[in-house]
């Protein structure tokens, strides 16, 4: 049965397919997770110049987003639509992210910023000419309901077992504790060589997936038949297509989780070695443990989605998630925690972190396939097949938000006044309150209005399984004309 049908892709298939999320685990990581630290605690630029520098660096790139998506979506060559930007993109991104993270040893402080800007620029274009045509993969390499939730669980789940596995070994190896860094977070060389083995993980990610896929080229879908394109019709085209009702809800949906995201990532580093005064060894051992969630995800959200469906998945594990994430820093603010340093207080958070990231992660998982049925909904309605502007718009907002998770996390700071070299200890408990109060209730807003947006996505398996015979009734008629 060709790739693209009812049919199941192979699991070497599912394997190549999600390998290409660890390109994306890494860069995620790095610079959601450690990039704003890294600059602002380490090399000793502003946080808020850093937050400033990677929003400006968003907005930007978000803009090359419908621009690739379109162009894949139409572009024509004997390596199929999406293939060639996968390849042309490989390189230039490894050498990129290599650089941001070894910046010139003439340049210190806030004279890093047009550096950081540039850099981050560069990284986030050249990922969005890989990104979003490798995402698009997913809705062609199979149009079977279950089978969706399945590749795209597979992406995840490399994805967050890549960015996992350069976290721990920056965590773990890199930034080793000394007398006079007894954290081990202010290691300059362990952080630059850290951007050496990222860029080399990020390289062979992406040439995996790119040669592991390239056999199905000649049964993915064909691009739509050429036409003259003016600038009107092009982005005619694409307020069509993501003028999609379900499209819409996942859209805004995905603002607000990714807008989570950003402050939860940005915090990340704040709250475990400031809020919890966890050492890197703790808290690599934290990361380690979230392996046992990629694997409890990768196996819960195919369940949920073939039992529940993916809409009612989504909503209840992700109701279930999101209030149980902000718990334990809410209860060390009033008080009800054991004491910072004791094995009790380590014991518990990292009990609560792999139950919940895991349902996280599950949550993600059912949103990605999620996405690709739209593609057929759409095409119903518009005659065309967009998997690149879909993908390409959901990775849009995605920057957008992460962005401004970022500048909130950068308020949170300010109001905390958590300021540049505060090291574990140093914070007085009364600001540590304000850091723990403000990154629970904005991530609990946050998060309730994501699953609040989902509710309006309108494709069920009935829907999608009409959507699809519809199509094949049209193609019939077609080919009988």
């Known amino acids: 049965m060709a790739i693209?049908?009812?049919?199941?892709?192979?699991?070497?298939?599912?394997?190549?397919?999600?390998?290409?999320?660890?390109?994306?685990?890494?860069?995620?990581?790095?610079?959601?997770?450690?990039?704003?630290?890294?600059?602002?605690?380490?090399?000793?630029?502003?946080?808020?110049?850093?937050?400033?520098?990677?929003?400006?660096?968003?907005?930007?790139?978000?803009?090359?987003?419908?621009?690739?998506?379109?162009?894949?979506?139409?572009?024509?060559?004997?390596?199929?639509?999406?293939?060639?930007?996968?390849?042309?993109?490989?390189?230039?991104?490894?050498?990129?992210?290599?650089?941001?993270?070894?910046?010139?040893?003439?340049?210190?402080?806030?004279?890093?910023?047009?550096?950081?800007?540039?850099?981050?620029?560069c990284v986030r274009i050249l990922f969005t000419m890989y990104e979003v045509p490798q995402n698009a993969l997913a809705a062609e390499l199979t149009s079977d309901y279950d089978a969706r939730t399945s590749l795209m669980s597979f992406r995840y789940f490399f994805a967050w077992v890549g960015g996992l596995s350069i976290q721990i070994a920056l965590l773990a190896l890199l930034l080793r504790p000394t007398e006079a860094d007894p954290s081990g977070f202010f290691n300059k060389d362990g952080w630059q060589t850290y951007g050496l083995w990222a860029s080399i993980v990020i390289f062979l990610a992406v040439f995996a997936t790119t040669a592991g896929t390239h056999s199905h080229i000649p049964h993915l879908k064909p691009?739509?038949?050429?036409?003259?394109?003016?600038?009107?019709?092009?982005?005619?085209?694409?307020?069509?297509?993501?003028?999609?009702?379900?499209?819409?809800?996942?859209?805004?949906?995905?603002?607000?989780?990714?807008?989570?995201?950003?402050?939860?990532?940005?915090?990340?580093?704040?709250?475990?070695?400031?809020?919890?005064?966890?050492?890197?060894?703790?808290?690599?051992?934290?990361?380690?443990?979230?392996?046992?969630?990629?694997?409890?995800?990768?196996?819960?959200?195919?369940?949920?989605?073939?039992?529940?469906?993916?809409?009612?998945?989504?909503?209840?594990?992700?109701?279930?998630?999101?209030?149980?994430?902000?718990?334990?820093?809410?209860?060390?603010?009033?008080?009800?925690?054991?004491?910072?340093?004791?094995?009790?207080?380590?014991?518990?958070?990292i009990s609560v972190t792999i139950f919940d990231l895991a349902l996280i992660i599950a949550t993600q998982m059912l949103m990605g396939s999620m996405i690709a049925d739209i593609v057929e909904d759409s095409e119903l309605e518009t005659g065309r097949r967009s998997e690149g502007i879909f993908f390409a718009g959901i990775s849009f907002i995605r920057k957008l938000a992460q962005g401004s998770g970022v500048m909130l996390a950068a308020i949170v700071l300010s109001v905390a006044s958590i300021a540049p070299g505060m090291r574990p200890g140093m914070v007085p408990e009364a600001q540590l309150k304000v850091l723990g109060l403000g990154y629970a209730a904005s991530l609990l807003t946050i998060w309730m209005l994501m699953i609040f947006c989902v509710s309006f996505y309108r494709i069920s398996r009935e829907g999608h399984e009409a959507n699809l015979r519809a199509l094949s009734e049209r193609e019939q008629r077609l080919a009988g004309d």
């Open 4 to 121: 693209g049908s009812h049919g199941k892709p192979s699991y070497l298939t599912r394997i190549a397919f999600g390998v290409g999320g660890v390109a994306d685990g890494v860069k995620n990581n790095g610079f959601d997770y450690f990039l704003l630290f890294y600059y602002s605690q380490v090399l000793g630029v502003s946080a808020s110049l850093v937050a400033a520098a990677l929003f400006i660096a968003l907005v930007v790139d978000a803009v090359s987003d419908p621009v690739v998506g379109y162009w894949s979506d139409n572009f024509r060559t004997r390596l199929g639509r999406r293939h060639p930007f996968m390849y042309a993109s490989m390189v230039p991104v490894a050498i990129a992210y290599y650089f941001a993270w070894n910046p010139p040893a003439g340049l210190t402080g806030n004279d890093l910023f047009l550096w950081l800007v540039v850099l981050t620029i």
């Open 223 to 349: 691009p739509p038949p050429q036409r003259k394109l003016t600038l009107g019709t092009i982005f005619r085209e694409i307020l069509e297509t993501v003028s999609n009702p379900s499209f819409r809800a996942l859209f805004l949906a995905t603002l607000f989780g990714l807008l989570a995201t950003g402050i939860s990532a940005s915090l990340n580093q704040y709250i475990n070695g400031l809020f919890w005064e966890f050492t890197t060894d703790q808290t690599a051992l934290l990361t380690v443990a979230v392996y046992i969630s990629a694997v409890i995800a990768l196996i819960v959200a195919p369940i949920v989605g073939k039992t529940l469906g993916k809409k009612r998945g989504a909503i209840i594990i992700g109701v279930l998630a999101f209030t149980i994430a902000p718990a334990p820093v809410l209860a060390r603010v009033l008080g009800l925690m054991p004491p910072n340093g004791t094995d009790a207080l380590f014991n518990i958070v």
